[in-house]
């Protein structure tokens, strides 16, 4: 008989935001964390690893993290980290003007991506500021309208981050980049339901063909590709992580029957769902 890894899901905080200073030394740690907000980690000096989903990153000093909500990470054993943790979620985020949600696009709505960024010297100095500012005007003295004061910081920091995230600045605000984002907006919210490349076309008003070309152009691989990416690391996530049924599973990610989602999923990852979910389960 055998047992799914256990998980803990963050709990709920206050405002649907915080930001706090991190001290880790990890000598013996086994805990997987799902999150419900999204997560930006500031590696000021860190050793070990981090793994995000199925993905390991080693720590780098002055290393930047950003998960998404839904995404599991844990540290491995004999991680020592210090930096800053930055939790916000989409209701937190509607505070911040519309002119910055193209930066959250940019960074948020591809999990399978695990940005992993590394700013350079003068980029590190320009974000510790932001962030010890940003953390002083979270636990200083409340007042009216500290909430926007804080989206306000929080905005500025993403639009570094996506700043540094982009290698093109024309890129940025190019029609196709208008595009691609607004795709992987409607990805992050509806992968589980539209699994082809024309769906999201139709919705967005343009042909198939030009979806794809435009992804490519803006992220280096298809549209379709983009799309089983998220299906992939949702599965996986649930196969490991979760007890419910590869049957469950092929529903829930809307699958026509649990032999079509296997089939898919041993394409794309060369096993099949058990035999996926068994490299990850102790036996009794």
Not at 66 to 89: A, C, E, H, N, R
Not at 134 to 149: F, K, R, T, V
Not at 174 to 192: G, T, V
């Amino acid at each position: 008989m055998k047992s799914a890894k256990k998980i803990i899901i963050e709990p709920v905080i206050d405002d649907s935001f915080s930001i706090n200073r991190i001290d880790y030394h990890l000598n013996d740690h086994e805990t997987f964390n799902r999150l419900i907000y999204h997560r930006i980690f500031f590696v000021e000096t860190g050793a070990g690893y981090l793994s995000i989903d199925n993905n390991v990153f080693e720590l780098h000093d002055n290393s930047i993290f950003l998960l998404s909500k839904g995404q599991i990470y844990t540290f491995s054993d004999q991680t020592s980290v210090m930096g800053f943790s930055i939790s916000f979620g989409d209701c937190f985020w509607q505070k911040t003007p519309p002119s910055a949600s193209n930066c959250k696009a940019v960074l948020f709505n591809n999990t399978s991506a695990n940005p992993y960024l590394k700013p350079n010297t003068t980029e590190v100095v320009e974000l510790l500021f932001l962030f010890n500012a940003l953390l002083s005007e979270y636990c200083g003295p409340q007042y009216i309208n500290q909430m926007d004061a804080i989206a306000a910081f929080l905005k500025i920091i993403m639009i570094k981050l996506a700043n540094v995230k982009l290698t093109a600045e024309a890129t940025f605000d190019s029609q196709d980049y208008i595009l691609y984002r607004k795709f992987m907006e409607m990805l992050s919210a509806q992968f589980d339901q539209y699994h082809a490349v024309s769906d999201y076309a139709k919705m967005l008003h343009i042909s198939a063909r030009r979806l794809s070309e435009l992804c490519k152009r803006c992220s280096g691989i298809k549209a379709k590709e983009i799309i089983n990416g998220q299906l992939i690391a949702e599965a996986k996530r649930l196969l490991q992580f979760s007890a419910i049924t590869v049957k469950e599973i092929a529903y829930a990610l809307h699958f026509n029957s649990a032999e079509q989602f296997s089939h898919f999923f041993k394409k794309n990852t060369k096993l099949s769902p058990l035999n996926y979910r068994n490299q990850f389960v102790d036996a009794d």
